[in-house]
């Protein structure tokens, strides 16, 4: 359980923690690199933990020191087991390095989860262009490639972020070369492109959304620095918003911020990027953030959609969210909803009603993000707000609770 006691006013500075979302697909990558690789700024979070479960299980040799993990490969098997696929949805993930690296894999399907059903249609159906094929049933997949990765055209008829990634492990050293049309084209892509290509890899035009992959024979481990969080900035980001706080967050690229902005612009904060640091100044009562339409990266991003609706809840005015990438995605709306705000949810489309003040209540968090956003809330309530299922939290949050104390929150963990 989070406990917040509000109101806060946030102000100070703050580092921000690695990526969550490009730390997976890196460790799922370090499979395929013989000798050993290091992440520096690799967060301390659940899913991480997981992964690293995943990556020993596997046979690999894995060990944190502080904020860098050091990953020796020795992959000695090819399943992941139940347990560990259940704990964390994206470690499918995994699978496109574990086919390329041992010629087969067993996996149980990931399934449905807190966002709704997560359908992996497009990881298999392209996998098979690449030459894998799949056997799936009784909620298992097993997966062999009797000739190999053969390179591919794949055309993803949705931009899936971990489709893209699984394809490209998969095809990195495989034989030929793969084309993959409407690639996903979020940063975290390019971290993974970055540092397969420090390894020895050939991967072209990541960000873009045509990526090219020329197979190669080889991968060596290597160092990378994991690029920093944009959901974990944007969060704080709308902490200081709701709270008329003043910060500073270090160790942020501002370019994966630009698609966030415009509701700070919108509510009426003044938000200052310079180098690697940007600085957020909130008015005593923000304006409403108008209108936010989910969509792949370069759009508005659905991770950010539950901090924002905090800062909808207080704005002065209406807002309109319309959830374009996950169906189940306004479970927060509820416990904003406990805390006295106005919100009316129909299918995909949330319309709030901003309120001047929110009530600290008993809330629960039902996924990571809409939890953070129970949080945020909870800093511009008046009173006592408890968020029960912090272990959402943690899965993508390090040590959120301690960071808002830093910024002069009253919050703790229990
Ligand atoms: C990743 C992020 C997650 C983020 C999401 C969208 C990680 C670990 N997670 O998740 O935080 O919210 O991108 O930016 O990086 N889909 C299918 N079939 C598929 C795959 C996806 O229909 O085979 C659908 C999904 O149901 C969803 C949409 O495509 O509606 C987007 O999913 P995708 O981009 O794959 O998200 P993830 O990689 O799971």
Redesign the pocket.
């Known amino acids: 359980m989070i406990i917040v006691d509000g109101p806060a006013e946030l102000c100070g500075e703050l580092t921000v923690q690695g990526a ?3 730390t ?2 890196l460790l799922a990558a370090a499979l395929l690199c013989k000798g050993q690789t290091v992440l520096h700024n690799c967060p301390d979070l659940s ?1 991480v933990d997981t992964a690293v479960q995943i990556l020993e299980h596997l046979g690999c040799r894995c060990k944190r020191e502080g904020h860098d993990l050091i990953v020796d490969n020795a992959v000695t098997r090819c399943q992941i087991p139940e347990e560990l696929m259940r704990g964390m ?2 470690s ?2 995994f699978l496109g390095a574990i086919i390329a690296r041992c010629g087969e894999a067993r996996l149980c399907s990931p399934g449905g989860c807190e ?11 392209s996998l098979r262009k690449l030459g894998v094929e799949i056997d799936e049933s009784g909620g298992w997949l097993t997966c062999r490639t009797p000739e190999g990765i053969q390179g591919a055209y794949v055309s993803l008829s ?8 699984n394809l490209i492990l998969a095809a990195v050293c495989g034989r030929g070369t793969t084309i993959i049309a409407n690639a ?1 084209r ?1 940063p ?1 892509i390019c971290d993974l492109c970055e540092y397969l290509n420090r390894c020895g890899g050939r991967v072209y035009g990541a960000g873009e959304s045509c990526v090219i992959v020329d197979g190669v024979k080889e991968l060596y481990g290597a160092e990378h620095r994991v690029m920093p969080d944009r ?1 974990a900035a944007v969060t704080y980001m709308a902490a200081a918003a709701v709270t008329g706080g003043n910060i500073t967050l270090r160790d942020v690229d501002n370019t994966h911020i630009l698609p966030m902005l415009s509701p700070f612009e919108e509510s009426g904060c003044e938000v200052r990027q310079l180098g690697g640091c940007l600085n957020i100044m909130a008015p005593r009562r923000l304006s409403a953030v108008k209108h936010i339409r989910t969509m ?2 370069p759009g508005f ?3 950010a959609q539950p901090v924002v609706m905090s800062m909808a809840a207080v704005g002065r005015g209406t807002s309109v969210f319309v959830e374009n ?3 189940s995605r306004y479970r927060h709306a509820e416990g904003l909803q406990r805390m006295g705000a106005n919100i009316k949810v129909e299918g995909k489309v949330a319309v709030v009603e901003g309120v001047e003040g929110l009530t600290g209540a008993a809330v629960q968090a039902a996924d ?2 809409g939890g953070a956003a129970l949080v945020v809330a909870g800093l511009r309530a008046q009173g006592r707000t408890r968020v029960e299922g912090a272990e959402f939290i943690r899965r ?1 949050y390090e040590n959120l609770a301690g960071s808002l104390r830093d910024l002069g929150a009253r919050v703790r963990e229990e």
């Open positions: 969550k979302n490009s997976l697909p899913d949805r994206s499918i993930v966002l709704g059903p997560r359908p992996i249609d497009l990881h298999l159906s949705f931009p899936s972020v971990g489709a893209t990634e996903a979020e975290e959901i792949p990266y991003p659905t991770d990438i996950f169906e990571l993000r993508g």
